[in-house]
């Protein structure tokens, strides 16, 4: 399975962002600490753990457009293969077999459930991921990582950082996608304010242009809000998402560096003093 990934060969680099484009949330990470990927890390480090894989995973959900059969090999062969559940359990696999020289060897024996879906229906797609996910601790603002809008607001952020030259916003359209970026030492500095997740944005730009500053926005009315139009239409102009975007990361620096300023109450002579009572 993870040699079918690479290619085919032995390769010490990462797999390839594109399988994993249509998964609601990016490789989070973190097989060395605790949580899900943790776990999945410590089952394979086992040879009982191989051994009881199949039982103790969900598997992989994998899409593709279109497949052939070789009639002389037997083999299947599928086109513009997109790993849509799973990306977890496939990034920890792919992780163990890197980190050793005999890592790949150790997962012979490991079954792994996988599911196969071959279609280029948009609309079934989006029901599969949909339906796949809802398993899983994934929010309703996760599965907007798919709305055709978005593809178009990526580009208009890539061309806000290099239009106006500044330090670039991070629009995290799939959870996880810019850990790399914010995780260890190496880190630049204030990147962490500058990844927005899609809820961050979106609440910004609902305080930011709808004149609704007092209301609060949660995942359910985002949801309800992206089927209604009133969010994420393709008629919005993107320079108003961006914009929220980019108020919600400088707010989120100024804060963090605390150079919030203490409000001073002005007398009729423009002089600053203490309030007074009436």
């Known amino acids: ?7 085919g060969h032995d390769r010490a680099g990462p797999l390839s962002p594109r399988l994993f484009s249509d998964n609601v949330r990016a490789y989070l990470g973190g097989e060395g600490d605790h949580g899900v990927n943790h776990d999945i890390m410590a089952s394979i480090a086992s040879p009982e753990g ?20 070789d009639v002389q090999s037997g083999y299947l062969s599928f086109d513009n293969v997109r790993i849509v559940n799973g990306c977890q359990t496939t990034n920890v696999l792919d992780a163990y077999a890197r980190r050793s020289s005999d890592g790949l060897k150790l997962l012979d024996g490991v079954l792994l459930p996988i599911r196969i879906v071959v279609s280029s229906d948009d ?3 989006d029901r599969i991921v949909v339906g ?7 929010t309703s603002v996760d599965l907007l990582s798919r709305n055709p809008y978005l593809p178009r607001l990526e580009q208009a952020f890539h061309l806000f950082a290099s239009t106006m030259k500044s330090e670039p916003i991070y629009l995290e359209r799939r959870r996880g996608q810019y850990a790399h970026l914010v995780a260890g030492n190496a880190a630049p500095a204030g990147v962490q304010h500058r990844v ?3 809820q961050e944005m979106l609440t910004a730009y609902g305080y930011a242009w709808r004149d609704k500053p007092h209301s609060r926005i949660t995942p359910s009315t985002i949801e309800n809000e992206v089927a209604g139009r009133t969010l994420l239409d393709g008629s919005h102009r993107t320079a108003y998402y961006v914009a929220a975007a980019v108020m919600h990361a400088r707010l989120m620096a100024v804060v963090a560096e605390q150079k919030v300023v203490e409000p001073k109450i002005l007398d009729c002579q423009g002089q600053s003093g203490a309030r007074s009572e009436s």
């Not at 191989?50 to 059969?69: C, D, E, K, P």
Request: cysteine-free; hydrophobic content about 50%.
């Open 1 to 7: 399975y993870i040699l079918s990934l690479r290619g």
């Open 123 to 125: 609309a079934l797609v």
């Open 50 to 69: 191989r051994a009881a894989f199949h039982l103790l995973n969900n598997g992989v959900a994998v899409l593709a457009t279109s497949h052939r059969r």
């Open 132 to 138: 796949l996910n809802r398993q899983n601790a994934i």
């Open 196 to 198: 927005v997740s899609m």
